[in-house]
């Protein structure tokens, strides 16, 4: 594999807790890759635990890249993950091996395989006006200007709907329709499209446990750590799954018990929309892991070995 001069690369997408990266990790041991990282939250630095973010090991193991890319202090958009990613991959088959792409991220994904359409860049003077504005105004706004966008958005995200409301602002138009040109199917550039399930009840164990160890590991402490380097002051990171909850625990919003058992529960729905975004607007080979993951490697070395 390493001495193939061009690599096709191969992409890991699906469910939050599903097991991606452990496979990405020892696939890329098995083929000779790297990995990149496609995880929206994961660019950032601090952001360790809720995330779950590779160890300092795992790095050493395999070359990881679009971790810690980017400061609390610092917008991240997929333009800047597509621009990153591109050099990331290009230096990867430089040196002959495997661009590994492994992530949840599916907004980054599409932008990667089929560019970023014309959603216009952001505008400071609107994303600021928005930002101050509540989110059940902005809700109400979005409702009204672009009713298809509002039904599928995810109205719990205040970035997702600052964002479809500043393109409508800056263009006149309906989000919606400037992402019409995305449709599911396959890109036709080289490469393996793999995502990974598992059985629900498996995958909500995982969840349960995951979000256990998050806080049992110091989710709390590192939060209160983040609020101090200017966590509040970036609504992106502040949204993080877990980070936000946290926050609102901090602020005395509810208790510790309450804000884990909530973490869990969002963490499941956030994974059920992954898992319906994934199916509908990537055609992916779905390969289900129970236990563990030896014999989907085996599935998925044998697919990424070399045509």
Not at 86 to 115: D, M, N, Q
């Amino acid at each position: 594999m390493e001495n193939n001069p061009d690599p096709p690369p191969v992409f890991l997408a699906g469910p939050t807790a599903a097991g991606k990266s452990a496979v990405a990790l020892e696939l890329a041991e098995r083929i000779g890759g790297e990995i990149i990282s496609v995880d929206s939250m994961q660019v950032y630095r601090g952001l360790d635990i809720g995330t779950g973010k590779p160890s300092p090991a795992q790095q050493k193991r395999v070359p990881h890249h679009l971790i810690d890319v980017a400061g609390l202090d610092e917008s991240f958009d997929a333009a800047r993950f597509v621009s990153l990613a591109g050099a990331a991959a290009a230096g990867i088959r430089s040196r002959g091996r495997v661009p590994i792409f492994c992530g949840g991220t599916g907004l980054y994904f599409k932008a990667f395989l089929e560019g970023l359409g014309g959603a216009p860049p952001a505008d400071p003077k609107i994303r600021a006006e928005l930002e101050s504005t509540p989110l059940e105004t902005l809700l109400t706004e979005l409702e009204r200007r672009d009713p298809a966008t509002f039904q599928k958005v995810d109205r719990q995200n205040p970035r997702r709907v600052i964002r479809a409301l500043e393109v409508i602002r800056i263009t006149g138009r309906p989000f919606s329709g400037q992402r019409a040109g995305w449709q599911a199917g396959r890109p036709a550039v080289p490469g393996h499209f793999i995502g990974l399930i598992r059985p629900a009840g498996e995958l909500h164990d995982r969840i349960r446990r995951r979000v256990d160890e998050m806080f049992a590991n110091g989710l709390v402490a590192e939060t209160e750590s983040l609020l101090q380097r200017g966590l509040a002051k970036n609504p992106t990171a502040l949204q993080a799954l877990g980070y936000r909850q946290a926050v609102e625990h901090l602020r005395g919003k509810r208790s510790l018990a309450e804000t884990i058992e909530l973490v869990k529960i969002r963490t499941r729905q956030y994974a059920k929309r992954q898992l319906t975004w994934f199916r509908r607007q990537m055609k992916l080979d779905w390969i289900t892991l129970e236990g563990q993951t030896a014999a989907a490697l085996a599935r998925i070395s044998f697919c990424a070995s070399p045509p």
